[in-house]
C-alpha cells in the first residue's frame, strides 16, 4: 500500500508517496537521497541512523516513514548553517571524534539531541541526584551516547567533543 | 638506508581532509551513490549447514510486485572461474555452510526484495554436518610443518620453573559499522562496482577473473569506507552476487547491502582458537624454552590460517623454540582476516602466559619482560631495525603508575569493586608489499594532483598521503589535490597489514622525487610524472617489527563479577608518525576494541543447526561509549632509517596487540581469579 506524505526535512518540505512499509531511514536515503544518517544494523541497535524528529533523536530504521507526516526531521546535513559548522561538528573535527565516519552523522545528531535533554534536567542510569540539574560529565555523556556504536572506538573522542560543546 | 624525508607537514597534528565532509554527512559511502533508477538486492540463505538444494520454488516471489528477477542456481548467469570456492556463488546446488547463498530476488524497491525473498521455497537435503572446535579431534592436520629451535623438552626437563596452560579465544566477527556493500552495475559488456572495500585494486582483478573480464572493463569505486578491520580486504560472496545480478539486469545499478545478520554469515571472521604455551625459565627468571601449540578451524570450503604463532616467534629471546599449528575443517564460513590475525589472539595467549611465568618466577610482570627482551630476532638471527618494546614498557610504567604495586592479588577493595593492575606487552610486524604507484600531475590551479587507488577505511590515509606528498614535494598541505579510491587511479596494495602508509606513502615520495627530478620546482601544467614501491632490500638484512606496552586498570564487582576497564595506558614504538592527531585515533581504537574483545565479543555457533545465534549488535556485544574509561595512547621517539622514506612502521593493528591480555592480568591481579577462555564474564568471578 502506498500514501502520500509531506516530510520536513532539514528545513524544506520534501512531499512523496511511500510503502506503508518504508521506514523513515529508507525513505530519507532511497527516495529522498537524503544520505547522511547511515544504516548500521536496521535494528535499532547501533545508532548510526540516528536523526532528530522534532528535535528529540530518533533511530530512523525504527520507524516507519508514515507515521511522520509535517514531522520536522534533522539529519547532521542539516545541522550547520551554510558554512559555519554546528559547534557539536566543529568539536568533532577538533578532538577526533571519528575515523571511518559511518557512524558519525549519527553520534552528532545524538549527542545535539543528548546535550538538549542534559539541558532540561532529563536523568539518565549515571545520574546521581535525581532532583537537581544534570552536569554534563564524563559519565553522564558516556552513558547517554552509549546507544551509538562506533566500531571505530573513537569514543575519547567523542566524550572530549561532547564534553566542550557542552561548555 | 633510506633516505629519510625532510618533514614538515608529517608529524603535525592535523584535521582530517575529509573531515567535514564526514561530519556533515557528506561523504559518500558505496551505498549512498547517487545512481539512476537502481534496483534492490535481497538475498535467500540457507537454512542448514551441509547438504543440497534439491527444491526450488520461485513462482510466487516472481509473481509478486515489483520483482524484477530470482536468481537461483539453476538460472544464474554461469561464472568464468570458480576457482575460488567461496566466490563460486549460485553456481551448483551445495550447501558448504548455514546462511549460504542459495538465492536472490531483485527487485523495484527494497521492501519488494525483501518481501519476495521470504517467497522463495528452498528445500534440502540436508546432511549431518559438524561445526565444533576441540583440540581433542583427531582430524586435525598439520598447517604447517611442526618446528623445533634446539631441544625444548630438554629445557623444561632442566627448568628452574615451567609454566603450561592452554588458553582459549572464541569466533569474533568485524562487524564494521558500514555492512558490506555493493552497488553494481553492468554496461557495454564492463562490470563498475561502487564497494565498501580495503582495496579497490584487490577487488577489480578478483571480479575481472569471477566474469571473465578484461581488468580494464572492471571498475571498483571505494572513497569513503565505513570501517573494514579485515572483513573488507578480501572479496566475499556479496559482491559477486551483486555482479551476478547486475549481469542479469544490464544497465541497472544493483544495490546490495548486507544486512548486520549477513555480516556473520558471509563477512569472514576471526576463527576460535584454543592455545596452549608452555614457557621455562632459570632461576633468574630468563626464559629457556618458549612453545606455542594452536589449534583453529577452516572454512571446508576455503582454508584460511591464522598465525597465531607469528608474535611468539620475535616477542622475547629463549634459545629453545617450538610452533605448531592445526587446523579441523568444519561446516562452517570462511574464516578471513580480523584486525590483526594472528597477532591478536596470539598474544592474548603469550602475554598471559608471562603474567603467570612472571608470577611463578617471583618477578615483576614488567621487569620479567624486560629481563627477557632480545636484540636480534630469535628465529632469523637477524638484528632489529629499531626494537624498543623496553623503553614502551619503561614509559607506560611511568605514566601509570606502575611503581611500588603489590604484587599479591585480591588485595584492594574500594567499596563493592575489587582493583587490580596489568601489563602486556604489543608488537606487529612492519609489513611492505611492492606493486603500489602513484602519479603526481601539476595542475592549471598551480596545485599538484596526487593519485593512487588506495583506500581509507578510517585510517586516516586522505590526511596522511597528503601531508607525505606535502613534504616529498615541499610545499604546503593545501597544494595538495589527493585522489584514491578508484581503480581507474594507479595500482594500489590493499588497506591492510598496517602497510598502507608504507606501500602507498613510498610510492607517493617515489613519483614526487620523480617529478622533481624531471620537471624541478617550476613545473608547468600538465608535467606529470610516475613512482613505484621497490621491494625494500633492507628486509634482508634486518628484523622489522613495531613493539608496545599497554597497562590496564580493572575492577571487578565483588559481588556480580562485572567487569570494568578502568583506565589504560598504550605506550607504542611504531617509528615516526605522520599525523599525530588521527595515529592517536587508531592507537586508541585498537585498544577499545582490545576493551571488547577482552569483556565482550563471542560469536555463539549453535552445535544443532550450524549458525550463530547471537548474530546482531544487540547480542554480539562490542564495546559502547560506556564500556571507555580513561583511556591514552601515546608513543615514543623512533627514527628508523631502514622502514621506508617516511620511517613510519604501521599503527592500524598493534593497539589491539595484548590489549585483551593486560586487561585478563589485571583482572587476575584484582581477584586471583585465572580467566584463560575470552571474553572475561561475570560467571568466571563469581564463585
Ligand atoms: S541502523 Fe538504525 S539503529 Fe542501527
Ligand atoms: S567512526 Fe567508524 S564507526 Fe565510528
Redesign the pocket.
Same mark, same amino acid.
Request: aromatic share 0%; hydrophobic share 15%.
Given at each position: 500500500m502506498e500514501v502520500d506524505i509531506t516530510l520536513r526535512v532539514d528545513g524544506e518540505d520534501r512531499p512523496l508517496r511511500v510503502d506503508t512499509r518504508t521506514t523513515l531511514?529508507d525513505a530519507l536515503r532511497e527516495r529522498l537521497g537524503v544520505t547522511a544518517p547511515?544504516?548500521?544494523?536496521?535494528? +535499532?541497535?547501533?545508532?548510526?541512523?540516528?536523526v532528530l524528529v522534532n528535535g528529540r533523536r530518533a533511530?530512523?530504521?525504527?520507524t516507519f516513514a508514515v507515521a511522520h507526516e509535517d514531522d520536522e526531521v534533522t539529519t547532521a546535513a542539516g545541522l550547520a548553517d551554510g558554512d559555519r559548522l554546528h559547534p557539536v561538528q566543529q568539536a568533532f573535527l577538533d578532538h577526533d571524534g571519528y575515523q571511518c565516519g559511518f557512524c558519525t552523522p +549519527?553520534q552528532i545528531c545524538s549527542a545535539v539531541g543528548m546535550l538538549d535533554e542534559l539541558k532540561k534536567g532529563w536523568p539518565s542510569h549515571a545520574t546521581a541526584d535525581l532532583t537537581g540539574p544534570v552536569d554534563a560529565d564524563d559519565d553522564e555523556i558516556r552513558e547517554r551516547m552509549s546507544?551509538n556504536l562506533c566500531r571505530c572506538g573513537a569514543y575519547a573522542g567523542i566524550v572530549a567533543a561532547i564534553r566542550e560543546a557542552a561548555r | 638506508m633510506i633516505g629519510l624525508l625532510h618533514t614538515r607537514s608529517i608529524g603535525a597534528d592535523v584535521e582530517r581532509v575529509d573531515g567535514r565532509a564526514k561530519v556533515t554527512g557528506a561523504a559518500a559511502y558505496a551505498f549512498d551513490q547517487p545512481v539512476e533508477n537502481p534496483a534492490y538486492l535481497h538475498p535467500v540463505r540457507s537454512a542448514v549447514a551441509r547438504g543440497r538444494v534439491t527444491g526450488l520454488d520461485t513462482a510466487a516471489a516472481e509473481a509478486a510486485d515489483g520483482v524484477l528477477a530470482v536468481l537461483t542456481h539453476r538460472n544464474a548467469p554461469r561464472l568464468a572461474s570458480t576457482d575460488d570456492t567461496e566466490l563460486a556463488v549460485l553456481q551448483d546446488d551445495a550447501v558448504a555452510f548455514h546462511g549460504q547463498f542459495v538465492a536472490a530476488v531483485v527487485a523495484e524497491t527494497p521492501e519488494a526484495a525483501r518481501r519476495a525473498a521470504a517467497l522463495v521455497a528452498v528445500e534440502y537435503a540436508g546432511e549431518p554436518h559438524d561445526v565444533v572446535l576441540s583440540a581433542d579431534r583427531d582430524d586435525l592436520y598439520a598447517a604447517q610443518e611442526p618446528e623445533e629451535h634446539g631441544d625444548v623438552d630438554a629445557a623444561i626437563a632442566a627448568a628452574a620453573v615451567v609454566h603450561d596452560a592452554t588458553y582459549t579465544t572464541p569466533p569474533e566477527f568485524n562487524n564494521p559499522m558500514e555492512p558490506h556493500t555493493s552497488v553494481a552495475v553492468w554496461d557495454d559488456g564492463g562490470l563498475t562496482v561502487y564497494e565498501s572495500t580495503q582495496g579497490v585494486h584487490t577487488v577489480r582483478p578478483v571480479l575481472a577473473e569471477v566474469f571473465g573480464l578484461d581488468p580494464e572493463r572492471v571498475r571498483v569505486i571505494a572513497r569513503y569506507v565505513g570501517g573494514g578491520f579485515g572483513s573488507k580486504g578480501t572479496v566475499h560472496a556479496n559482491v559477486v552476487l551483486a555482479g551476478l545480478a547486475a549481469r542479469a539486469l544490464p544497465g541497472r545499478p544493483v544495490k546490495f547491502a548486507l544486512t548486520?545478520q549477513d555480516m556473520f554469515r558471509v563477512a569472514g571472521y576471526r576463527t576460535p582458537t584454543v592455545q596452549r604455551v608452555r614457557l621455562a625459565a632459570d632461576a633468574d627468571g630468563r626464559l629457556t624454552a618458549v612453545e606455542h601449540d594452536v589449534v583453529e578451524q577452516s572454512a571446508r570450503i576455503k582454508e584460511f590460517v591464522e598465525g597465531c604463532t607469528k608474535p611468539t616467534r620475535g616477542m622475547y629471546a629463549a634459545p629453545n623454540r617450538r610452533y605448531r599449528q592445526r587446523m579441523a575443517t568444519l561446516d562452517v564460513p570462511v574464516t578471513s582476516w580480523m584486525r590483526a590475525p594472528g597477532e591478536c589472539p596470539g598474544m592474548f595467549a603469550l602475554e598471559s602466559a608471562m603474567d603467570e611465568a612472571a608470577i611463578a618466577c617471583g618477578l615483576d610482570p614488567v621487569e620479567f619482560r624486560v629481563r627477557n627482551d632480545t636484540r636480534t630476532d630469535p628465529d632469523s638471527g637477524k638484528p632489529f631495525s629499531t626494537r624498543n618494546l623496553v623503553a614502551c614498557l619503561r614509559e607506560g610504567a611511568r605514566r601509570f603508575g606502575w611503581e611500588g604495586r603489590d604484587p599479591a592479588p585480591g588485595v584492594r577493595r574500594d567499596g563493592d569493586w575489587l582493583v587490580g593492575t596489568g601489563v602486556a606487552g604489543s608488537c606487529y610486524p612492519v609489513i611492505s608489499d611492492p606493486g603500489s604507484a602513484a602519479v603526481v600531475r601539476y595542475g592549471a590551479d598551480g596545485r599538484y594532483q596526487v593519485s593512487i587507488g588506495a583506500a581509507d577505511i578510517g585510517t586516516g590515509a586522505w590526511t596522511a598521503l597528503t601531508q607525505i606528498a606535502a613534504d616529498a614535494l615541499r610545499v604546503p598541505m593545501d597544494r595538495i589535490d589527493l585522489r584514491i579510491g578508484d581503480s581507474a587511479l594507479p595500482r594500489a596494495t590493499v588497506a591492510g597489514g598496517s602497510s598502507g602508509t608504507t606501500n602507498w606513502g613510498t610510492a607517493v615520495v617515489e613519483a614526487a622525487r620523480a617529478f622533481r627530478d624531471q620537471h624541478g620546482v617550476h613545473p608547468r601544467e600538465g608535467d606529470e610524472a610516475r613512482g613505484e614501491m621497490r621491494e625494500n632490500t633492507a628486509k634482508e638484512h634486518y628484523a622489522m617489527s613495531a613493539y608496545g606496552a599497554q597497562f590496564a586498570e580493572v575492577r571487578v564487582h565483588a559481588g556480580t563479577g562485572e567487569v570494568r576497564v578502568q583506565r589504560m595506558v598504550g605506550v607504542f614504538a611504531v617509528g615516526r608518525i605522520v599525523n599525530a592527531r588521527t595515529a592517536r585515533s587508531q592507537l586508541l581504537g585498537g585498544m577499545v576494541m582490545g576493551v571488547s574483545m577482552a569483556l565482550h565479543e563471542h560469536g555463539v555457533r549453535d552445535p544443532r543447526f550450524g549458525h550463530v545465534v547471537n548474530h546482531d549488535?544487540a547480542e554480539y556485544h562490542v564495546a559502547a561509549n560506556a564500556d571507555i574509561g580513561d583511556m591514552e595512547a601515546v608513543w615514543i621517539e623512533e627514527e628508523d632509517p631502514h622502514v621506508n622514506p617516511m620511517g613510519t612502521k604501521g599503527i592500524g593493528e598493534i593497539g589491539i596487540v595484548g590489549a585483551a591480555a593486560a586487561i585478563a592480568n589485571a583482572a587476575h591481579h584484582a581477584t586471583g581469579v585465572r580467566v584463560r577462555d575470552l571474553p572475561l564474564t561475570t560467571d568466571a568471578f563469581v564463585r
Open positions: 531511514l547511515k544504516k548500521g544494523c536496521d535494528h +535499532g541497535q547501533c545508532g548510526s541512523c540516528t533511530t530512523s530504521c525504527l +549519527g546507544g | 548486520r549488535l
